[in-house]
T-cell receptor, first 116, second 114 residues
Framework: DTGVSQNPRHKITKRGQNVTFRCDPI?????LYWYRQTLGQGPEFLTY????????KSRLLSDRFSAERPKGSFSTLEIQRTEQGDSAMYLC??????????????FGPGTRLTVT | AQTVTQSQPEMSVQEAETVTLSCTYD???????LFWYKQPPSRQMILVIR??????QNATENRFSVNFQKAAKSFSLKISDSQLGDAAMYFC???????????FGQGTRLTINP
């Protein structure tokens, strides 16, 4: 079990540019989540996948944001035309149904985005 | 919509002593889960302890225990015998039994004084 991995760990971009982040969940986990965490705040839910299906999206996920999980394994989160308000830590988590884990979510280290 | 409130932005405790972090939540549901997550500086978030709302018994995990008061919608975390490695941001989180997303509080920064 190698844990949830995210790449890149840090991204600095200029306002108006597009950025894409990648998340690789724990291999047997079929559920994948994206959260956003701004400085000094708790994470806020963005979206959730079960296998390749995107089942829930937050109102926070504006039209500039898109997430995919094409083969039910890794996921990408793209932000188009970045704004300074997009600066945050983007966290990915995964979980597996069944057993006694009550869908415990395991988090990755996050991608810190800075928009200048 | 459910909300989670952590009223203590910062707490500090002497090494080896006990500290309690507070959390309250607001929900109209009866079936849900509550969690405490730990986020060390520049490291990923890890689950400390979980509580199922239907269980009356308070959860414990080694030095960590909770005081779950369902009627009062309170879910505090007690850390006994505090260690330097306990220093981190602690987040209280709620999940409805019928949903997948976690709803987090604002966090409490815990400092351990040697």
């Amino acid at each position: 079990d190698t844990g949830v991995s995210q790449n890149p760990r840090h991204k600095i971009t200029k306002r108006g540019q597009n950025v894409t982040f990648r998340c690789d969940p724990i291999s047997e986990h079929n559920r994948l989540y994206w959260y956003r965490q701004t400085l000094g705040q708790g994470p806020e839910f963005l979206t959730y996948f079960q296998n390749e299906a995107q089942l829930e999206k937050s109102r926070l996920l504006s039209d500039r944001f898109s997430a995919e999980r094409p083969k039910g394994s890794f996921s990408t989160l793209e932000i188009q035309r970045t704004e300074q308000g997009d600066s945050a830590m983007y966290l990915c988590a995964s979980s597996s149904p069944g057993g006694t884990t009550t869908y415990e979510q395991y988090f990755g280290p996050g991608t810190r985005l800075t928009v200048t | 919509a459910q909300t989670v409130t952590q009223s203590q932005p910062e707490m500090s405790v002497q090494e080896a002593e006990t500290v309690t972090l507070s959390c309250t939540y607001d929900t109209s549901e009866s079936d849900y889960y509550l969690f405490w997550y730990k986020q060390p500086p520049s490291r990923q978030m890890i689950l400390v302890i979980r509580q199922e709302a239907y269980k009356q018994q308070n959860a414990t995990e080694n030095r960590f225990s909770v005081n779950f008061q369902k009627a009062a919608k309170s879910f505090s975390l007690k850390i006994s015998d505090s260690q330097l490695g306990d220093a981190a941001m602690y987040f209280c989180a709620y999940r409805s039994a019928g949903a997948q997303k976690l709803v987090f509080g604002q966090g409490t920064r815990l400092t351990i004084n040697p």
